[in-house]
């Protein structure tokens, strides 16, 4: 199946500091990739749509300027948690669609972030 | 977005077939019925997924009700490493907008 990447699999950081996870598709384009966090004992949270070439799209509630999202190629989607505060901690996860492989989602491995 | 309702937690012994409810009453005509499974600290992996008919894989089976408001995961010999968190997820055709509920932990007994 198609594999998609994420890096880095854990990061620390202080808090106001600005942490950026990449996600990439490794043997496919990805328009489309999608951002979810998941705290402790919850389920994934969809946070945002990335389409290639243009603005992300936001879920209600999520801030976009503290979320910044950039899908600069079809290959590569970023997350950079602006200013990061101790509630940004949090488990990142990616996914994107294949064409081809109708309706299915392929997952990364998640990021886990702990803001100091 | 339609909702789907799975209990909580669920649990089975090793080598028996196992049953995960889904409940989906405000399905659509055009949402697919998706399931997949999280492990601790990894990202959600693909189970199966369906539209009307029945579905088989090497990983399980979808069965899906007559009038698409429930539909049942089933695993059909446990194993240790199917203990995981198991989601059912409706999504519109095209869209890939995957909206998780809460899912059911699955505790598969040696």
Known sequence: GAVVSQHPSWVICKSGTSVKIECRSLDFQATTMFWYRQFPKQSLMLMATSNEGSKATYEQGVEKDKFLINHASLTLSTLTVTSAHPEDSSFYICSASVTGQSEKLFFGSGTQLSVL | ?110
């Open chain 2, 1 to 110: 977005d339609a909702k789907t309702t799975q209990p909580n937690s669920m649990e089975s012994n090793e080598e028996e077939p196992v049953h995960l409810p889904c409940n989906h009453s405000t399905i659509s005509g055009t949402d697919y019925i998706h399931w997949y499974r999280q492990l601790p600290s990894q990202g959600p992996e693909y189970v199966i997924h369906g539209l009307t008919s029945n579905v088989n894989n090497r990983m399980a089976s979808l069965a899906i009700a007559e009038d698409r408001k429930s539909s049942t995961l089933i695993l059909h010999r446990a194993t240790l490493r199917d203990a995981a968190v198991y989601y059912c997820i409706l999504s519109q055709s095209g869209t890939y907008k995957y909206i998780f509920g809460t899912g059911t932990r699955l505790k598969v007994l040696a």
